[in-house]
């Protein structure tokens, strides 16, 4: 069983566009040709689901402005179905974030996405650390993008160092940082964040990290602490799994990255 822990989809009216925006800003910053492999749609996502092997996937929505929370809350709805469970989101200058939270975790959902690159905000700023209080008294899990961003120029809002600084607010089991704790700052990962409460998971690092660290960040930090994830459409899912066989972790290391680290947190979802 494989449930990727980290895709992305989009209204079907928008998804074309969205992707080519995405792939320009990282033509842009990195001087890349990103591929998408799939068209960001929910029934791409299915097709590409089948064609690499994965059992369940988790959306991940982004409120990349207050004005889009409400409407993406009612997409991710909308969505999520026994083969997708969509997270929900809002963005760190909502108003209202202590009663978004409440009607997110009346709505059902298992908890929400931060990117505070594409949102402009600290992981440590008092705007997003009043999230983490009341989604962790709420039992909502969030998901953050860590680290630098391929897309989007410095400065990075979601460091290492920044998590770190977070836990003298929360405890941290309910925080997952994507990318391996820190994209391109593995290093910090490895001096902040290995040994701590913090989730990892695995998207979008095959190509950028070498697997001597992956293998080390991982045994370290404890395969129970981590989530398979992909990225999807910007990554295999299959390309994802073949990185971590690579590494030479046992069977159990596997099993729990692959779905039974997800199956705890998604619960009656799956």
Known sequence: ?????????????????????????????????????????????????????????????????????????????????????????????NENTDEILENIKRDGFIGIKLHPEFQRSFVDSDKIIRILKKAEKLQLYTVFHAGQDIGLPPPVHSTPLHFRNALEYVSGKYIIAAHLGGWRMWDDVEKYLVGTPIIFDTAFIKDHISPSQASRIINSHGSEKILFGSDAPWERSQDTLDFLISLGLDEKELENIKYKNAQKILKNQV
């Open 1 to 93: 069983m494989i449930i990727d822990f980290h895709t992305h989809i989009f209204p079907d009216k928008i998804a074309t566009r969205t992707l080519e925006v995405l792939k320009a800003g990282i033509k842009e910053y990195e001087n890349l040709d990103a591929e998408a492999f799939f068209d960001g749609t929910k029934s791409g996502l299915l097709s590409f689901m089948e064609e690499n092997g994965v059992d369940i996937s988790v959306a991940l929505p982004i409120a990349t402005k207050p004005s889009q929370t409400e409407s993406i809350n009612t997409f991710a709805l909308s969505v999520s179905d026994k083969k997708i469970v969509s997270f929900a989101s809002l963005h760190p200058d």
